[in-house]
């Protein structure tokens, strides 16, 4: 039975102004026509149609495959790109400067780094000193360490922050436990800073610049076609869909409330998530729990605009990559192109 919500008297629906078809027997199809058309098709006759020759949509790179998805099987499409970015985290000092040239050469500087190496996440510990005698300033001495490592990062001090710097784009690192310590005269002589004892400071990241503007890959438009059983009744041929943000928003109980939090979606961890990063397993089970799976029948298509540039402050238009979860005891196939 088809419901257009013509001319309705309450508020239950908005009145789009659609005009109802003529009958409503099964003998309408949805079909692609010559010409580059679409159109309702009735036999031989074309009730309406709708003209797609005006789409033109630049590219750069595209692809297209076919997957088979198993009974209960969950596939991710990746898309073409990760607008990759150089990451960039910023430590602001809570103090005013001393002496801004010789701050630098009475600091001590005790963080940890993580980063991927050889597909492992590891992590090193830094403890570096600051040498007035030797002219070594706190930034230096630590990028000896993280040279010495073969750690691709660099730090820049200034009188207000510290900045680590990815040396090339899309190197993904976290830097935490940051102990700043500041030493003045009755400890190391010679110091600008006579305040008296030393000063320890820990430090937290106050802005930061992530490796990619979509950790989970994004494309500029994707066309999917889903090939379903002939035995199906119909109101099985759907499949689920979900495109994953860089970042995720959701409501965490905490005692007797519900706390916001924030996470990087990480497709490609399996295992429990972190504090800072919510892992594909504990992502899809509240995207199930929530209910927040879209259902896609025969077609599915999305296009988007370009994003404004390949900057921290860029415009982010992309459309990310998407889970399919195939929720019924048959296969499908999914035939899909996609673009940037």
Not at 21 to 39: I, M, P, R, T, W
Not at 188 to 208: A, C, Q, R, W
Request: hydrophobic content about 35%; some cysteine.
């Amino acid at each position: 039975m088809a419901d257009l919500f013509n001319n309705s008297i309450t508020n239950d629906y908005i009145n789009p102004n659609l005009q109802p078809c003529a009958d409503q027997n099964d003998s309408y199809y949805f079909e692609f026509l010559s010409k580059k058309q679409v159109g309702i098709i009735s036999g031989s006759n074309t009730i309406m149609s709708f003209n797609l020759s005006d789409i033109k949509i630049p590219v750069v790179s595209w692809t297209q495959k076919l997957e088979t998805i198993a009974q209960g099987e969950v596939i991710f499409i990746e898309g073409l790109t990760k607008g990759l970015l150089q990451r960039t985290e910023y430590f602001n000092l809570p103090f005013q400067p001393y002496d801004e040239a010789l701050d630098k050469y009475y600091m001590q500087i005790d963080c940890s780094v993580y980063y991927n190496k050889n597909f492992k996440y590891v992590g090193i510990n830094i403890n570096a000193s600051a040498n007035y005698d030797t002219s070594l300033p706190i930034d230096t001495a630590v990028n000896l360490i993280l040279q010495n490592n073969n750690v691709g990062i660099t730090l820049l001090y200034d009188p207000s922050k510290f900045t680590f710097t990815g040396s090339n784009l899309g190197f993904d690192y976290d830097v935490s436990n940051f102990v700043l310590t500041l030493y003045d005269a009755s400890t190391i002589s010679g110091s600008p800073i006579t305040h008296g004892d030393p000063s320890i400071f820990n430090l937290d990241i106050s802005e930061k610049i992530p490796y990619a503007m979509y950790p989970n890959s994004a494309m500029r438009g994707i066309f999917m076609k889903v090939h379903y059983p002939t035995t199906t009744s119909g109101y099985e041929d759907y499949v689920c869909i979900n495109h994953v943000p860089g970042y995720f928003t959701f409501y965490e109980l905490d005692g007797s409330s519900y706390s916001k939090v924030t996470k990087q979606v990480d497709v490609g961890m399996s295992g429990d998530s972190t504090t800072e990063k919510m892992s594909a397993v504990d992502y899809l089970a509240y995207i199930n729990d929530s209910s927040l799976w879209t259902k896609v029948g025969a077609l599915y298509s999305i296009t988007t605009a370009p994003d404004s540039s390949m900057s921290g402050l860029a415009l982010y238009n992309l459309i990310p990559g998407l889970y399919i979860f195939n929720p019924h005891t048959f296969s499908v196939q999914v035939e899909y192109m996609e673009f940037l």
